[in-house]
């Protein structure tokens, strides 16, 4: 994952997210643009338990999904909490839907990642198989 630097440089220092295998690169990247990141990526079927911490609710536009890839507006993410980014890859299950992404903001640190079974990975949503909401 990298945050493009074009994008940065711009008014609005918003990121687009690629490659979402790469989580220590996005990490580094959030960092250098002022954000505190845990960012972990999951293979199908998989999701962090939900004992991460208590999530404040994220502002509008902080972090925003498009076709493609993830926008990430670094000015929106409060200084003393860390953005938290959970990726899994669908591994081509659905072509309608290639990953799906959770994200909090949590004061100071979060826990760790445990690495469980996702028991609503099938359910992919609306009738546009789109992810839930959150997801």
């Known amino acids: ?4 630097e074009k994008s940065m440089a711009g008014a609005s ?3 687009g997210v690629r490659h979402f295998e790469e989580a220590d690169r996005l ?16 293979g199908p079927g998989k999701r962090c338990e939900r004992d991460r911490g208590v999530s404040k609710l994220l502002p509008d536009g902080a972090v925003h999904m ?5 926008d990430i507006d670094p000015r929106l993410i ?5 953005l938290v980014l959970e990726f899994a890859e669908r591994g081509g299950e659905d072509p309608g839907v290639v990953w799906t992404l959770a994200t909090m903001m949590i004061p100071g640190e979060p ?12 359910d992919l949503g609306g009738p546009e198989g789109q992810p839930p909401a959150g997801s």
Request: some cysteine.
């Open 1 to 4: 994952m990298w945050i493009d």
């Open 13 to 15: 220092r918003t990121g």
């Open 27 to 42: 990490e580094r990247d959030l960092r250098a643009a002022g954000v505190k990141a845990d960012v972990t990526y999951l």
């Open 66 to 70: 498009r076709k493609g890839g993830l």
């Open 78 to 82: 409060d200084e003393n909490h860390t």
């Open 111 to 122: 826990g760790p990642c445990v690495v469980v079974d996702d028991p609503d990975w099938d």
